[in-house]
């Protein structure tokens, strides 16, 4: 990044070839949809060729990204806040850019996939489902950790607070995340 900052127009590719996917699953995971996912990965990397010149030296770049990441989701999510009914033809959210199938697919013709499908779709919809019925906080975390990649002392950098704080909502994220999903999971008994 210090080089790009300095001029060398080429180490943005090698940035946005990087960081890009990245930041992309880090907005999928908190807006839910991919067309906003795509439009906001497109405005982090924006900002980033905006605020180049205010790169500090020595710092490191998954911090910065994930910093303006962060806060271009608070600002979407607030935008949302009032707008939070599931469409039937929303789509779930499939992978590597995929909008996936939509509630209306998968609701409307169950004999078209096997049971395990069935069941990796409901244990998919179920893990969303609580990771999206976790405190703020925690899910932010959780997020930045598990589909953003970064350390402990990162995070706390990108959310302002100490890294035993950031360690405590990773931890009580977890502890939700098991309970929301124990019976899913455990083995009938028999």
Same mark, same amino acid.
């Given at each position: ?18 960081? #890009?996917?990245?930041? =992309?699953?880090? !907005? ?16 982090? =990397? ?11 030296? /020595?710092?490191? =770049? ?15 999510? &607030?935008?949302?806040?009032?707008? &939070? ?15 996936? %199938? ?22 998919? $919809?179920?893990?969303?489902? $609580? ?6 906080? #925690? &899910?932010?975390? !959780?997020?930045? %950790?598990?589909? /953003?990649?970064?350390? !402990? #002392? ?27 999903? &124990?019976? %899913? ?6």
């Amino acid at each position: 990044m210090e080089r790009y900052r300095d001029g060398d127009e080429a180490c943005f590719a090698v940035l946005l070839r990087r960081h #890009q996917g990245p930041v =992309f699953r880090f !907005f999928l995971r908190h807006v839910g949809d991919v067309e906003s996912a795509e439009d906001l990965t497109q405005e982090a =990397f924006l900002r980033v060729v905006h605020n180049r010149a205010s790169f500090r030296s /020595g710092a490191r =770049f998954t911090t910065w990204i994930y910093t303006i990441a962060r806060n271009l989701a608070v600002d979407e999510m &607030r935008k949302r806040r009032y707008r &939070r009914h599931r469409s039937l033809d929303e789509p779930l959210g499939g992978r590597d850019g995929d909008p996936g %199938r939509t509630l209306g697919d998968v609701v409307g013709d169950p004999k078209e996939r096997t049971e395990v499908q069935a069941a990796d779709l409901e244990m998919r $919809a179920s893990l969303e489902a $609580a990771i999206g019925r976790l405190p703020e906080e #925690q &899910r932010e975390v !959780f997020t930045l %950790r598990e589909m /953003g990649g970064l350390s !402990f #002392q990162e995070i706390a950098e990108v959310v302002g607070c100490n890294e035993n704080t950031v360690k405590s909502r990773m931890r009580y994220a977890l502890e939700r995340l098991h309970a929301a999903l &124990r019976d %899913r999971v455990e083995e009938p008994e028999g």
